[in-house]
């Protein structure tokens, strides 16, 4: 069964760093997401992404967010200067559809000390 | 987006019949509604969708009554594997407010030996 991969799995980074996550959704959609779960609390959205640009993003997903998809096989979730409260799963999916079941990765584990 | 509201957590035994009920008093014409489950440390997993009545797949059955303001999933026979928290989501699926799903709490399922 086609699945979306996410690396990596876990992440340790000190604060201020850039970290990108990385994700390969699966290969004939055209609808990618990026969402985050803080530990213990809701799975929120961040941001979703179409047609080589962002479709909609929360307020979550300020100026030290970005994603990219640069090559045609990859999605990436780039933070630039990471911050304690960034410390999260953070999750990849993707869709067929606009209005498709989304497909989620296993996560990527961050934690910003 | 319309407000859902389910329980926090249940608890069931092994070969039950688990139902999830969820409420959605302001679910608008074009919303559907669509249960996801999730594992500790994964993402969330689709499990099914629905407009009105009932459907039913390999997995679940999720019954809607008439004015589509509850629905319920159930889950027939769990088993210990079962133990995971399901969310209850309500989306336009139309016009394209569904791929950003919106997560509540959840309900927290454990099914005990």
């Known amino acids: 069964e086609p699945e979306v991969t996410q690396t990596p799995s876990h992440q340790v980074t000190q604060m201020g760093q850039e970290v990108i996550l990385r994700c390969v959704p699966i290969?004939?959609?055209?609808?990618f997401y990026w969402y985050r779960q803080i530990l213990g609390q809701k799975v929120e959205f961040l941001v979703s992404?179409?047609?080589?640009?962002?479709?909609?993003k929360s307020e979550i997903f300020d100026d030290q967010f970005s994603v990219e998809r640069p090559d045609g096989s990859n999605f990436t979730l780039k933070i630039r200067s990471t911050k304690l409260e960034d410390s999260a799963m953070y999750f990849c999916?993707?869709?067929?559809?606009?209005?498709?079941?989304?497909?989620f990765g296993e996560g990527s584990r961050l934690t910003v000390l | 987006l319309a407000k859902t509201t389910q329980p926090i957590s249940m608890d069931s035994y092994e070969g039950q019949e688990v139902n999830i009920t969820c409420s959605h008093n302001?679910?608008?014409?074009?919303?559907?509604i669509t249960w996801y489950q999730q594992f500790p440390s994964q993402g969330p997993r689709f499990i099914i969708q629905?407009?009105?009545t009932k459907v039913t797949n390999e997995v679940a059955s999720l019954f809607i009554p008439a004015d589509r303001k509850s629905s319920t999933l159930s889950l027939p026979r769990v088993s210990l594997s079962d133990t995971a928290v399901y969310y209850c989501?309500?989306?336009?699926?139309?016009?394209?407010?569904?791929?950003?799903?919106?997560f509540g709490a959840g309900t927290r399922l454990a099914v005990h030996p």
């Open positions: 629905g407009y009105k």
């Open positions: 989501l309500v989306g336009d699926r139309l016009q394209g407010g569904y791929n950003k799903l919106i």
């Open positions: 290969s004939n959609h055209l609808y």
């Open positions: 302001n679910i608008a014409t074009n919303d559907y």
């Open positions: 999916a993707s869709s067929d559809s606009r209005a498709g079941e989304l497909f």
């Open positions: 992404f179409y047609n080589n640009e962002i479709s909609e």
